[in-house]
């Protein structure tokens, strides 16, 4: 690591992203490493601290104690199906989450904050520009929880960036972080026995390897990066290509049978995995330009999306 000073504190460092970027910073020979998550730890890490806690608590005093420098945020309550109430719960326990852990990293005074966002904050429409820029608008409708809340998680870190100058925060809006240990709940569509395309189109998609992730989030905790980022690997692969790669035809259905379907499945209890909001970011995918990304930390990824899914399927179909 460029900055043998740095102290990094970690959320959700049990779940997928975090314990892949847990390994990676490990590697760097990091002074020192602090992990938060109720969970216990998938992977065997040296010289970290690790506290069984939930982080809606202050961890104020842990963060001073431990002179921690980069908090990165990653703790998050998934999103299990579609039933409004239980998702409108669960966006605001995230949000509560990240309300605390801004307050105790204002408190203690920790010098940078690293979020993760989405790319589906810009929405799933027929007019979005190729590729979206950071100044695109975010026009997430409310029917797409998770996109929704990170929207609203944006609104919340600009407030904050805005009231303490002297915290450096970083958004990252990633493009699906895919890998051979991920497990990702849109490409349920892909992998299911009978998932629903799109008719008449081969749209395009772009995909972050997790190796690439983690070596990212090495970066931007090196340079105290801050700023609002889109982040997605080299090039796109397009839906025939990903047809190909898994072992069942995608069938295709016209959206006006294919929304009335998702919708009476989900009334049904047949499913809890689809919305017609998933089959719109099929038809309508969101295509991210990432010069700004590349010029400010000099970032290039080792995997192209067509790579990224690759590895993926692979880990999945055999």
Known sequence: MENSNQVVAVTGASGYLGSRLLLHLEEQDLGKLVGFDLNPPPNPIHNIVRYRMDVKDSIEDILRNHRVTTVVHLASSPYRNYNRRESRNARDNNLNLLNSVLQSSYRSEVRQIVYISSHTVYGARSDNPVPLTEKAPLLISEEFPYGYEQFLADQTL????????????????CSPILGPSAANRLFTLFMQPH??????????????????????????????????????????????????????RIPKLPSYVANPLLVFSQLLGIQKSQSPMDLDFLRYPTILSTGKLEFVSGFRPAYSSLETMRSYANSVLY
């Not at 600009?158 to 809006?173: M, N, Q």
Request: charged letters at 20%; one cysteine or more.
């Open 158 to 173: 600009d407030t904050f960036s805005e009231d303490h100058p002297e915290t450096k925060v970083a958004l990252l809006r």
């Open 195 to 248: 998932p629903v395309g799109t008719t008449g189109c081969n749209p395009s998609f772009q995909f972050l390897h997790e190796d690439d992730f983690a070596k990212l989030l090495t970066i931007f905790i090196n340079k105290e990066l801050a700023g609002v980022f889109n982040v997605a690997g080299n090039g796109v692969i397009f839906l025939n290509e990903i047809s190909e790669m898994i072992s069942h």
